[in-house]
C-alpha cells in the first residue's frame, strides 16, 4: 500500500502520492455503491496505521532538531504537548468559529509546506521558509474542495459557519473550489511540472461518497506519505529503516488512542457532544504542527 520508495525516493515519491490517491478515490467510490459499511472502517484503520503514526514521531523529530538526546518518549516533550492539546481544544469550546478559521489556515499551510519540501528535494535543492504564501495556497487548494462539499458544509454550520445554500447551490462551493484547484494545478505544473496535487484534492471530493474516507486517503497517501519522506530521508541519523523509525513513534500513538478512546466514550455516553469529539481531533494537530514547523518548543526544561 505505501510503495517499496515510498521513504527512500524523492523523485518518486509524488508519483506514488498520485497513483496511490488515484486508486484511493477509486476504492472510495466503489465501496460507496456496494460496500458502504466498509468505508468509515478503512478510514479509521488508515488513519490508525499511518495518519497518526506520522504525527507521534514529534517527540523524536523535536529531540533531532533541538539537539536533544535522541532517547525515549521523555516527560520534558510530552507533557507540554499534551497540555497543549488541551488549551487548542478549550479555545475550541470557547471561540469554536474563530478557531475553525484558524485550525484551516494553518493546516493549509502546513500541508501545502510539505509537499513542496519534497519537491525541493526533488529538484535537488534546500527547502526555504520564504514560500510561505505558496504553500499555504497549494494546501487551500488542496482541502477547499474536500472542505466545501455539502455533507462538510453541514459540519462547518456547527461550528457558526452557516452556509444557507438549498438545492442546486448546495454544490456550488465545491465547483468553485474545483475550479480554483484546477486552475492553481495548471499553474504550478507550468512552474514545477508537479503541480497535480490540488487535482487530486478535488477528485477525491468528488468521487468519494464517505467524507471522512475522502479525507483520510489525502492525509495518509498524500500528505502522511510525504511528510514520512521528508523525516525519514532528512533525519536518517534517528533510524537507519524506516521501520526502525515507525515504532518509535508507537509509545506517542498508544498516549493519543487512550485519550481519543475517552474522549469517544464520554461522546457514546452523551457527557460531551459530537462536535466537542470533533474538536478534540482538530485541536489535538495543532500542537504537531506547531512542533514540525518550528512555532514553538515543546520542552519544560
Same mark, same amino acid.
Given at each position: 500500500?505505501?510503495?517499496?520508495?515510498?521513504?527512500?525516493?524523492?523523485?518518486? $515519491?509524488?508519483?506514488?502520492?498520485?497513483? @496511490?490517491?488515484?486508486?484511493?478515490?477509486?476504492?472510495?467510490?466503489?465501496?460507496? %455503491?456496494?460496500?458502504?459499511?466498509?468505508?468509515?472502517?478503512?478510514?479509521?484503520?488508515?488513519?490508525?496505521?499511518?495518519?497518526?503514526?506520522?504525527?507521534?514521531?514529534?517527540?523524536?523529530?523535536?529531540?533531532?532538531?533541538?539537539?536533544?538526546?535522541?532517547?525515549? /518518549?521523555? +516527560?520534558?516533550?510530552?507533557?507540554?504537548?499534551?497540555?497543549?492539546?488541551?488549551?487548542?481544544?478549550?479555545?475550541?469550546?470557547?471561540?469554536?468559529?474563530?478557531?475553525?478559521?484558524?485550525?484551516?489556515?494553518?493546516?493549509?499551510?502546513?500541508? !501545502?509546506?510539505?509537499?513542496?519540501?519534497?519537491?525541493?528535494?526533488?529538484?535537488?535543492?534546500?527547502?526555504?521558509?520564504?514560500?510561505?504564501?505558496?504553500?499555504?495556497?497549494?494546501?487551500?487548494?488542496?482541502?477547499?474542495?474536500? $472542505?466545501?462539499?455539502?455533507?462538510?458544509?453541514?459540519?462547518?454550520?456547527?461550528?457558526?459557519?452557516?452556509?444557507?445554500?438549498?438545492? %442546486?447551490? +448546495?454544490?456550488?462551493?465545491?465547483?468553485?473550489?474545483?475550479?480554483?484547484?484546477?486552475?492553481?494545478?495548471?499553474?504550478?505544473? +507550468?512552474?514545477?511540472?508537479?503541480?497535480?496535487?490540488?487535482?487530486?484534492?478535488?477528485?477525491?471530493?468528488?468521487?468519494?461518497?464517505?467524507?471522512?474516507?475522502?479525507?483520510?486517503?489525502?492525509?495518509?497517501?498524500?500528505?502522511?506519505?510525504?511528510?514520512?519522506?521528508?523525516?525519514?530521508?532528512?533525519?536518517?541519523?534517528?533510524?537507519?529503516?524506516?521501520?526502525?523509525?515507525?515504532?518509535?513513534?508507537?509509545?506517542?500513538?498508544?498516549?493519543?488512542?487512550?485519550?481519543?478512546? !475517552? $474522549?469517544?466514550? /464520554?461522546?457514546?455516553?452523551?457527557?460531551?457532544?459530537?462536535?466537542?469529539? @470533533?474538536?478534540?481531533?482538530?485541536? !489535538?494537530?495543532?500542537?504537531?504542527?506547531?512542533?514540525?514547523?518550528?512555532?514553538?518548543?515543546?520542552?519544560?526544561?
Amino acid at each position: 500500500m505505501i510503495g517499496f520508495n515510498a521513504f527512500t525516493s524523492a523523485r518518486r $515519491v509524488r508519483a506514488w502520492t498520485l497513483t @496511490l490517491t488515484g486508486a484511493g478515490a477509486i476504492l472510495g467510490w466503489t465501496l460507496g %455503491q456496494w460496500l458502504p459499511d466498509l468505508q468509515w472502517p478503512l478510514a479509521a484503520l488508515l488513519i490508525g496505521l499511518i495518519g497518526i503514526q506520522h504525527g507521534a514521531l514529534d517527540h523524536i523529530l523535536h529531540a533531532h532538531m533541538h539537539g536533544d538526546p535522541e532517547g525515549p /518518549l521523555r +516527560q520534558s516533550f510530552v507533557l507540554p504537548y499534551i497540555a497543549g492539546m488541551g488549551v487548542a481544544w478549550a479555545a475550541f469550546e470557547w471561540a469554536p468559529s474563530v478557531m475553525l478559521g484558524l485550525f484551516l489556515i494553518v493546516s493549509a499551510y502546513h500541508f !501545502g509546506m510539505s509537499h513542496l519540501r519534497v519537491d525541493a528535494m526533488r529538484q535537488q535543492r534546500p527547502p526555504t521558509s520564504a514560500k510561505a504564501l505558496a504553500g499555504t495556497l497549494i494546501g487551500m487548494a488542496l482541502i477547499a474542495p474536500l $472542505v466545501l462539499r455539502p455533507d462538510a458544509l453541514v459540519i462547518l454550520s456547527e461550528y457558526g459557519w452557516a452556509f444557507d445554500l438549498r438545492g %442546486q447551490a +448546495q454544490w456550488l462551493p465545491l465547483q468553485v473550489a474545483t475550479g480554483c484547484a484546477a486552475f492553481l494545478t495548471a499553474v504550478l505544473h +507550468q512552474e514545477v511540472k508537479s503541480g497535480l496535487l490540488p487535482l487530486a484534492g478535488a477528485l477525491l471530493a468528488w468521487m468519494v461518497p464517505d467524507l471522512l474516507l475522502a479525507f483520510a486517503l489525502y492525509f495518509v497517501l498524500g500528505h502522511s506519505r510525504e511528510a514520512f519522506l521528508d523525516e525519514f530521508k532528512n533525519r536518517q541519523s534517528m533510524a537507519v529503516r524506516f521501520s526502525s523509525l515507525y515504532l518509535r513513534s508507537l509509545p506517542l500513538s498508544i498516549t493519543f488512542g487512550i485519550m481519543a478512546a !475517552g $474522549v469517544f466514550w /464520554l461522546t457514546a455516553t452523551e457527557v460531551l457532544s459530537e462536535r466537542s469529539a @470533533l474538536s478534540f481531533l482538530l485541536a !489535538g494537530t495543532l500542537p504537531h504542527i506547531a512542533v514540525i514547523e518550528n512555532w514553538v518548543t515543546a520542552r519544560t526544561r
